[in-house]
């Protein structure tokens, strides 16, 4: 790995102003940042985020390659909680396995602005497209997810039990009459407020409509919105990655009290998704920079946009165990060691 890379990602000040967040959590000092002045950075990141993107878009254009892009990171996005879930249920219940399906499935904004933050440090182009496969790539995901927890309650619920009829032989054994019939579980949610959640939860919205919006705007848009979209979106990251630290130290605890397994996946996840995700960057015919943000999308995780669906939808599913390992683990993996691990395979294969 290129250790100047490294260095370089790890002394970048967001990530600083990061770990200053987790330490002090671990000092138990006072430092917070207050929630609404929280809730207006994420929205600013989401805003610079879809605002830059539509302004490269605009200049970019949009081609079938940017199609067949878009079109990878929704399948990319759909497939990845199928395989977790099936590692998952090792260990953990059905609605539990499957909120955290859809949330490695999903993808965290702020770990792509950290991977952008990476490139203009380094110089290098992407292309403003990307946006917009990050932004689809948030509700199949959520789909998915609930997909899984529909279909494997109702195969236990369909599932005769079985009752030994005598003795102790296996052929003894045969499905048992119900005494009364077994109710399915109630939906906590129905399916037009889910795909509501999906598809219109307030980050997705805001990042798609600030795409849109910079790439009506175009060169006018761009020029207007400079001083606010471009010159302090470090140092909003900066303080919005001061409360990710924050949470992050207050979160790590409760995962350390239930084992080492997935704390370990959360830890492997990132890489043994991110290589294939180098793999199909190779295969789209993507240059550096944009491989380096597609295989982030496919590495990362949410701690906004699904727990917050899945909160709704499936309110069993535990989440003192979802946002430490998404937040406190990969996340912090992928802003540290993953981005100029990615980068330093994807120079040497490009």
Known sequence: MNLDALLGNILHPPV??????????????????????????????????????GEELYHSGFNPDVATVMLACILVSFS????????????LNVPNAGAIAATYGSVSAVTFATGISFLESQHIHFGGYMVAGMALMES??????????????????AKPALVMAGGDALSNWAPARAEAPIEPP???????????????????LLLIGSLIIGYVSGKAGQEELKPFVGDI?????????L???????????????????LSGFALIFPIAIGLPGILLARLLGLDVGDALLFTILCASASYIAVPAAMRMAVPEANMSLLLPMSLGITFT??????????????QNLW
């Open 233 to 241: 979106f470090k140092g909003m990251l900066s303080l919005y990655m």
């Open 16 to 53: 600083l102003f990061f770990f200053l967040g987790v330490l002090a959590v671990v000092l138990k000092s006072d430092l917070e940042i207050p929630p609404a002045i929280a809730k207006f950075l994420s929205i600013y990141l989401l805003f610079d985020i879809g605002i830059k993107g």
């Open 186 to 204: 109630k939906p906590k949610a129905n399916m037009k407020s889910i795909l509501h959640e999906a598809f219109l939860n307030g980050s997705v």
């Open 243 to 261: 409360d990710m630290g924050l949470i992050a130290g207050k979160r790590l605890g409760s995962l350390r009290q239930n084992g080492a397994f």
């Open 333 to 346: 993996f992928n802003i540290t060691m993953g981005i100029p691990l990615y980068y330093y395979l994807i």
């Open 80 to 91: 990845i909680p199928f395989l977790v879930y099936r590692i998952l249920r090792w260990k």
């Open 140 to 157: 199949p995901a959520i789909i998915s997810g609930l997909l899984l927890i529909r279909m494997s309650t109702t195969a236990k619920v």
